[in-house]
Structures are given as C-alpha cells and as structure tokens.
C-alpha cells in the first residue's frame, strides 16, 4: 500500500447513505486482497475479501471492487450505520508459489457516521 | 472459540529498557505474525512465525526479535526501547502460511518514555 502520512483521510456521511472507501495498492502481483474494520482500542477486523481473478464481491451490505489495470480496490457500504464509524484498512497479500505473504496495508480511511 | 490474546494491553517502559509481548494465536493456527501500527507509518509488518521458525521479516532493526514456541504462543522482545518505538503492537494468527485467513489480537499498547 501507499505510505502512510501522518493524518487519515477521512469520509464523513449520513446515517443511511452509501459509502465508497478507497484503496490503492502496491504490488501488480498481490493475488489477494481484504478490507479491514478497525475501531478504536481494538485490532483489525476482517469485512471481505477478493481473489485477483475477480472484479467484484458482495457480502451483506459490503461490496468490493478490485481494478487491476490502475491497482485500485474500493469498499462499498450500503445503507451505512453509525456502528460503521472505524478505521478502514485495504490489504493485500502477495503469493509466493503457493504460500501466501504477509498483509501489506494501505493507508486507513477513518469514516465518521451522522446520525 | 477464544480469539487471539495478546498480554498485556498496556505497557509503559522507560527508554533503554528492554519489553516482551505475548501473543496466543486461535487454537489450530500455526502462524503467527506480528505488526507495528504508528499515526505516522501506519500498518508495518514485523516478522511471521510458522513451526517456531521465521519465515519472514520486515523492515525493522535487529533490536526487533521474536520467537515461537511448540505451543504455537509467540513473544516479540524489542531491546534498547527508543521513544519512537511507542506504538500499537498486533499479532494475527492464520492456519499456516497457504492460507489467507489472518485474525487479529487487540494489540498491546507500548508508550517509551
């Protein structure tokens, strides 16, 4: 992922809305990428993942899209809640010919929910 | 299942001290991996553990070790603590090194002052 400055971007949107939260990540190699949730005083938690052979994932109110041509990866929200308010971490992981690497994250957004 | 526990969550030590951290990965996994999160670089991967063996290190100074033991439980030790060593240390545990799934621990909270 891209180096880390010293603030988050930030999203804020009201409660109801749909989200976008976006990524780009490093390496045209990583074959596997996640997004994480992080709130405050507590680790990473896994939301979804998605192989490189595809370009779109849906779990229950989550979406993710991966373009592989510019190395973007972007995590929909639908109908957010002010229990989504966290940090989002994107990740990918490279393969190394059958074992996988480690996480290699972007910078986090800190998404902000108004009720 | 008990998720992965890390001890303690909170540590104050002096510059120069040395710090262990503890970490118990999910019953079943083998893997354990360790990272640094900082305001300022973020998420940084450390080193990752599979069979009590380092598979993998990161862009860290030596005074950042680890070990693993057959229990598959992991301590990382930082020596010669400097201030900017201060930071949320997470551990995550996976099956083994082919799969993806990492979980993670709640972190334990380093201040060096």
Known sequence: GESVGLHLPTLSVQEGDNSIINCAYSNS????????????????????????????????????????????LSLQIAATQPGDSAVYFCA??????????????GKGTKLSVKP | KAGVTQTPRYLIKTRG???????SPISGHRSVSWYQQTPG????????????????????????????????RSEMN????????????????????????????????????
């Open chain 1, 92 to 105: 990918e992981i490279l393969n190394y010919g059958g074992s996988q690497g480690n996480l290699i994250f």
């Open chain 1, 29 to 72: 190699a990583s074959d596997y990428f996640i997004w994480y949730k992080q709130e405050s005083g507590k680790g990473p938690q896994f939301i979804i993942d998605i192989r490189s052979n595809m370009d779109k994932r849906q779990g229950q109110r989550v979406t993710v899209l991966l373009n592989k041509t510019v190395k973007h």
């Open chain 2, 41 to 72: 670089q973020g998420l940084q991967f450390l080193f990752e553990y599979f069979s009590e063996t380092q598979r993998n290190k990161g862009n860290f100074p030596g005074r950042f070790s680890g070990r693993q033991f057959s229990n598959s």
């Open chain 2, 17 to 23: 001290q040395q710090v262990t951290l503890s970490c």
């Open chain 2, 78 to 113: 930082v020596s010669t603590l400097e201030l900017g060593d201060s930071a949320l240390y997470l551990c995550a545990s996976r099956l083994g090194v082919s799969t993806y799934g990492y979980t993670f621990g709640s972190g334990t909270r380093l201040t060096v002052v």
